[in-house]
């Protein structure tokens, strides 16, 4: 094995969007992509095609460098690039010229054989987050990561890789961040100062450019911001997706559904969605229906519409070996499957036996696979669940030689997952209409967040499983993924009913709430557990669905900006060292202005850090002060939720699924705070695509502290609200400052508190 250098820059000329510098080995490229977003390029193989999964921007159209003996500097508004030519390396600073990251001056970027390595200098007090579904602390300094999309069943808190491939991280230090997007789906390392070497971290990848995108912007969430512009952001969900879901592997048969959710009527949980998982399939043959146990899915479907019940249904990529099944025939007719390298279409065994996989990265192969959910939405499914799409295989390890196309699996396996989901998307998407699909997803690339949501996979029903579940959320946050969840209750294993409750109430902030659960598990929809524990689980399920005003125009901002729903203490107080502390980082804002600290289902008090400011406890109003830890009470019936002073939190009345209007009361619910502050609220009808064309209900909801003021501004958008009374309820005003209720309408209110 060699070590290839990059060499010193020989030459350098500039085109329309970009410059190129030529050395002895290899051509370098570099574009502007925004202000604070540069991207590099450096490559054995400049003629080759420019393709991304993940980016849906271009660059600026001009850039703006100067070119010495010694260096190229590139310089916008936000970042500058300093490039030395010899040898070539690649730095990064603010305009002010303080160094946000640089290459190692030793070795920057160089190939050992296929694999690329680019080597940066490790700061002092540099910390790092982000990776997305990936196991460990928050701080992943000292740690080496690994991204190869794994069918990870029974994975500990330690398993590396997981399912999903984020190589997108930010980096903290000297008061100073930036991110770091190396756009590359061959398997991928990244080492954040584990070697011996302390001076240095490094990232690669088994093939293929050294493809980066650099953000240079200060502020996390404005650095998120800006990677979910370039790499796309999340569509509103259907509302109902955002309701209580239950699932499990499987309910077999039709008249096991329907008890379910009749179940959850007799008992007044509110709750939207049922899954079907594998075992409504005809021998598992994608597609298909079994008719014996599913013997009318229409009929079962009907009747679960007329229960307030939408129907999620799963998916698994492999296409079962047997004549006369329709989409086995179709697609070895056309080609349409993943291949050796001698032409024969691989083979490899899943839930149905013997199976051909979709290559999911043709065109033709994507509109097919769509075109095929007419099967499952004439019945009236509604809900897309695309599993083992690592790929994953019994034995798991896919030989390297298999083909998609003409790409191999080593190159393409980190995205074949996001590209089935597409394809299911689209395909369902086109299908539905003018209706929302929804849309969920075990493996995952940069960009997933366009159309579906994630769930962290086969976890288990312990106490570890729940806390570092919450850092996963947390974690995918980071890098564009709102809409996450985690299996409640553990996968693998049966919960403690402790362990049940505490995991059910904190999932009433967990973006998707599904309670889930390995075949062969004792039986967890909330009846399960005794008529007290019901009673709990039921409150916090109609806790949720009280907040779901406040969730939904959470998701409305992710929508917008990116920002994820459950967020990381690191995106608002980057600069607290105690929010890395392991101690406290599993607790996470969820939205604006509620910080939650999820806690072990064995202890009753916990320890809590609350940053800055002023906090009270969501429930009792109990004062606390911010910038120190607390030891507070958590009893299994009150999960430890805070409220930021100057919260605003929209809520609704109980109802029992998102089909039901409610009370049309608007619960505007204000604390006290010092500072001024602002809820955006929105609302549509929360199926429909209609809200691309402007019919939604939006407005600003501002809290004036100095004037004790509450201002709703006029509503953007042609939609009625649901909500005919507004009702404004103070909190942490004192006795004097009482709820007050008037109409609630489009125009100006302003009440004074
Ligand atoms: O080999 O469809 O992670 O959620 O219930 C297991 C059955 C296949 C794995 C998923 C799990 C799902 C299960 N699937």
Redesign the pocket.
Known sequence: MQTQLLGNAKQVSQHNDHITIQTAEATAKVWVYAPAIIRVNITKTPDKADTSFAVIQQPESAINYSDSDQEIIVTTEALTLRINKAPLRFSFFTPDGKPLSEDDTRFGVNWQNERVVNYRKLYADEKFIGLGEKTGDLNRRGTHYVNWNTDA?KHTIYTDPLYKTFPFFIGLHSGLTYGLFFDNTYKSYFDFGATTDDEMSWFGADGGDMNYYFFGAQGVAEIIKDYTWLTGRMEMPPLWSIGYQQCR?SYMSADEVLGIAQKFREHNIPADVIYC??DYMDNYKIFTWNDEAFPDPKGMIDQLKALDFRTVC?VDPGIKVEEGYKQYDEGVAKDYFATYTNGDNYVASVWPGRCHFPNFFDDEVKEWWGAAFTALTEPGVEGFWN??NEPAAWGQNIPYLVKFGDRYMAEVRNAYGMEMTKATYNGTRKILGNKRPFMLT?AAYCGTQRFSAVWT??NTATDEHMLYGQRLVNSLGLVGMSFTGVDIGG?TGNPTPELMLRWNSLGVYIPMYRN?A?IGTAMREPWEWGEENMAIIRKDIELRYQLLPYIYSGFYESSQNGLPLSRTLAIDYTQDENVFDVRYQNQFLFGNFLLVAPVESTKLTAAVYLPGGEWYRFGNDKVYEGGMAHSVPAPMNDLPVFVKGGGIIPMQSVIQSTNEAGDGIFYLHIWKGTEDSKFVYYEDDGVTYDNERGIFHKRDISYHAEYNKVILAIADGTYTSKFNTLKVIPHGFGKTVKTQEVPYHPGLIEITL
């Open positions: 069943s592997y998982d594998i799963i599993d083992m075990r996979g086969d996968y889930h390995e």
